[in-house]
């Protein structure tokens, strides 16, 4: 099952929402083609540091992070990609590289590609390398609160 907080978060709210489990994967591209998931459709949580705040930057699994394009839209001095001892403590109950997309459950900021917001459905590691949850675009935007903003761009 998701992490407990992700789990307890969903069903307070009432969430419609699927799990879906597969064998172990570690990167965005094998876990979209184990489940069967659209690339634009799953979701990978970034860490990044903006003016050395941690925040979470979610996008489409077949993009990459425009780290000066995010800088720039947000108006941050910098931003760079955060490393694994920088937020590991900071999800205790997640295994590093599957935390979901909700940094509101961590206390982090969260920035979503516009990519992402124009589907109806957005999948994501459930705090795991073995499970997803599937569910509606506009129940997560309402509970997780991201701002929308253009950061994501193809890989070379």
């Not at 069967?36 to 903006?50: D, F, I, N, Q, Y």
Request: hydrophobic share 40%; glycine share 4%; with cysteine.
């Amino acid at each position: 099952m998701p992490v407990r907080k992700l789990r307890e978060l969903l069903d307070e709210e009432s969430v419609k929402y699927v799990v879906i489990s597969h064998s172990p994967a570690y990167t965005a591209q094998e876990i979209a083609a184990l489940a069967h998931v659209p690339g634009r459709e799953l979701a990978k949580t970034v860490m990044v540091k903006e003016d050395e705040e941690l925040r979470m930057a979610v996008l489409p699994a077949s993009f990459q992070v425009d780290l000066q394009r995010l800088q720039q839209n947000v108006r941050a001095g910098t931003v760079e990609l955060a490393d694994e001892v920088d937020f590991r403590e900071r999800f205790p109950d997640c295994e590093v590289g599957a935390m979901p997309p909700f940094g509101n459950l961590y206390g982090l900021r969260v920035y979503v590609d516009r990519k992402l917001a124009e589907d109806d459905e957005i999948a994501f590691n459930a705090g795991n390398h073995k499970e997803l949850v599937r569910m509606a675009y506009k129940d997560f935007q309402r509970l997780a609160k991201p701002d929308v903003v253009d950061f994501a761009r193809r890989p070379n």
